[in-house]
């Protein structure tokens, strides 16, 4: 295994791990992570996770050193040192510390990886049970940025726009054009009918690993650009994320969705992702 490698949870970051001040991941942003669900011993949706984060460092000319064997394993070390068997687990790829300062990136740079693990064993039960609300935040997602379908380290917009949910539980962003994108950590559909819609990727949408299991589900689905009036129409709408899994969406600004309670296919699909 080349490049460095890091795993550290809580006491033990404190105790062993050090990142390097002038790593690129810290001083400009430049890298890429992946957040993934453990549960009950399983990492969920792991191929899709790794498949995502090769197709974001192809898109910022990142080298992986590592197999997706090798990042497995981290990722299972990581878990077994820390006794964990229900988590948020994380890999961390930065370009590594350059040899000269400059935001060019040195051709034969090592590149860091850190995989963390923390206890997380789901989100508070209300969020399934009666819903999410949501605002719809002032930070517009640029969707013709190479960044907007990567997860990059860069990610400043989406903390400003969540600051901005203040007592709702998510914010949701429009691109350049007025449209529906994403959340500020998470997919967006909405139900018409029978049907399902989501903002395709050129709108700004991140291709989500929950987003694409829903894709395979078998059920009717539309990825299309949505302008927000439509969250008026639709009969219900819901949230997916690799921690939140699928979370009825039953509110935004203060204005009902549907009847402003979970849906029958939003309940569905909480139940098996």
Request: aromatic share 6%; charged share 25%; with cysteine.
């Amino acid at each position: 295994m080349s490049g460095r490698f890091v795993w550290t949870n809580g006491e033990l970051a404190a105790a062993g791990a050090r990142i390097d001040p002038r790593d690129r991941g810290f001083s400009l942003g430049d890298g890429l992570f992946e957040t993934l669900r453990v549960r009950d011993g399983e990492i969920l949706r792991l191929k899709s996770h790794l498949s995502r984060l090769r197709e974001g460092a192809k898109t910022i000319g990142l080298p992986i050193p590592w197999s997706d064997e090798e990042l497995a394993g981290a990722l299972e070390a990581t878990l077994a040192a820390n006794g964990l068997s229900s988590a948020a687990a994380r890999l961390t790829v930065s370009r590594g510390v350059p040899e000269r300062r400059g935001l060019l990136p040195d051709a034969g740079a090592s590149p860091t990886l850190v995989v963390t693990a923390d206890p997380f064993d789901g989100y508070p039960a209300r969020f399934y049970e009666r819903g999410m609300a949501a605002v719809t935040s002032g930070m517009p997602r640029n969707e013709r940025s190479p960044l907007a379908n990567v997860k990059s380290l860069s990610y400043l917009e989406n903390v400003l726009a969540r600051r901005e949910a203040a007592g709702a539980d998510e914010s949701l962003l429009l691109n350049t054009r007025g449209d529906l994108a994403c959340a500020s950590a998470a997919n967006i559909f909405l139900v018409f009918g029978e049907k399902l819609v989501t903002p395709d990727l050129p709108s700004g949408a991140l291709p989500g690993t929950v987003r694409a299991a829903v894709l395979k589900f078998g059920l009717a689905v539309e990825e299309r650009p949505v302008r927000p009036e439509e969250l008026e129409h639709a009969r219900e709408a819901f949230l997916t994320s690799a921690l939140l899994g699928a979370a009825p969406l039953v509110a935004v600004d203060g204005r009902p969705i549907g009847s402003g309670e979970p849906g029958p296919i939003s309940r569905e699909l909480s139940a098996v992702l």
